[in-house]
Structure formats: C-alpha cells, structure tokens
C-alpha cells in the first residue's frame, strides 16, 4: 500500500503520529522512552507498597461471595443439564 491509497483523513492521522512530515513524505517515528530499569529488591519493594493500597476484602464478604458464585455455577449448571435432557428428549421422540 502506498500513500496514494490512503484518503486525507488517514493522512492527517499519521502526520499527527508523526509517520509523514508536512510535506506528506514517511519519516521515521521517534522512539519511545526508555523504562528506567531497577533490580530485584526495588521491584519487590514496589510491589509490596502497591499490595498495601489494594483494598482487600473481609472474610464474611469473602464468604458471601464464593457462597454467591458457588450457588450461579450449580444452577446455571442445572438450567443446562435440563435443556440438554429436555433437547434430547425431543430429538429421540422425533426422530425414532
């Protein structure tokens, strides 16, 4: 694809990335910054101070909640396994 496909508006949208100069010609994208690396013990560190802001739930709301998704699961597993049979039902009554 050359630039001759691409309408004004995808044109506009790359000089403004920084893809084509103003004259229209491709030029070559700056490069992102660099990450500052760090070693192990700062990334632990920051890892630590993160978990520390983090929410974390109570025990009871734990509780609710697993009790929550643990009864959705077994009856939206039933909901399926009663269609499945009811589905099932139908096909061998019609076609037997």
Request: aromatic fraction near 8%; glycine fraction near 6%; hydrophobic fraction near 35%.
């Amino acid at each position: 694809m050359s630039l001759d496909d691409l309408n004004r508006e995808q044109k506009r949208q790359l000089r403004r990335q920084g893809a084509l100069d103003e004259k229209g010609a491709p030029t070559r994208a700056p490069r992102p910054a660099q990450r500052e690396k760090v070693g192990p013990r700062q990334y632990l560190r920051e890892v630590r101070d993160e978990m520390r802001k983090v929410a974390w739930p109570t025990k009871p709301e734990v509780i609710r909640y697993s009790t929550i998704v643990t009864v959705t699961v077994v009856i939206y597993t039933a909901i399926v396994a009663g269609l499945d049979f009811g589905l099932r039902e139908i096909m061998d009554w019609f076609y037997t």
